[in-house]
């Protein structure tokens, strides 16, 4: 789950972390009244939306005065920004942050995540942040360092200092830095974070250590724990059929591909959407239904897959493991039945109960094409697509 850069500042600033002061609100009258208590001589106005490069696309104004921050305002509230994170829809600005301005003398990049392939915490830092961060990975990649750290309790000083070690800081900078390091380590394990990104992560000429932009995810399936979490999630930043799909418990995400998948367990789901890749065509969506597929989820899920107009034939691959293939199939025919298909449907079973569902599928008088094994059942879809 993703939260706006203004939440996740309220949040660093519990946990000791230095960041500019600054207020949101949802109307330029709400913004304007709340930034006059801001203690500056110049505003820096950002656009609130779950996107990076919100600057190269107009999304942040440093201005002089109350009044240039009231027009900026009225433009930006509303606006639609387009990214390089956006797609070509854009993301519409719907909340405005205000801060003070800060004195930067040197700019670094600082992020925290989750590392899978070494079930560690992988700490990666710069002294190259700002908004070019993306073009120094490519180009100058030893300016980037990544430091892989065990989960424990405490993160110790050696691997603070070897983080911040790029920085380049003097002593007591250091000693600054050592503890921005620590409370982001202690954020990351108490909340259930699966990223935080600092950039740029700044020194003023204040000989200061400020987060001047600030980017935290949260891991969706730990939220049940942190109720108040789970409360700043905007749901007008989020995709409307992956908010339905939530609804029913089932894990979809849509891709741009032609071809619907509905499957059981996520293995299982991204080899089905691999071995479209295989012979030719692009799944149109991760779906897994999940270990009890009722009737009920099933024409839910059909229903989702159906809402993406580029759909042109749908793929359901289950293997009947805990779930029974029998249980499946009616499931399958009922909502077929219900909603009326009109693209070509291939369903592939195994496991348990598969021949009584086999037969569910053959007798019920719909244009189901059943796949004896996932290799013919991409190619069945792939072919009746076309």
Known sequence: MNIHEHQAKQILKKYGVKVPNGIFGFTVDEVITKAKSLKTNKYVLKAQIHSGGRGKAGGVKILNNIDELNKEAKELLGKVLFTNQTGIQGKKVNRLYVEESSNIEKEFYLSCLVDRSSSKIAFISSDQGGMDIEEVAKEKPEKIITTKVDFEKEISNENCEKIIKVFKLNDSLKTEAIDLIKSIYRL???????????????????????????????????????????????????????????????AYIKLDGSIGCMVNGAGLAMATMDIIKLYGEEPANFLDVGGGASKEKVSAAFKIILSDKNVKGILINIFGGIMRCDVLAQGVVDAAKEIKINVPLVVRLAGTNYEEGKKILDSSNLKIISATDLSNAAKEIVKAIK
């Open 188 to 250: 990351f394990l108490d909340l259930d974070v699966s990223l935080i990104e600092i950039n740029p992560l700044i020194l003023t000429k204040e000989n200061k250590i400020v987060c001047l932009d600030a980017k935290v995810n949260f891991d969706e399936n730990a939220l049940f724990k942190h109720p108040d979490i789970l409360k700043l999630r905007d749901l007008s930043e989020e995709n409307l059929t992956e908010i339905e799909a939530s609804k029913h418990d089932l």
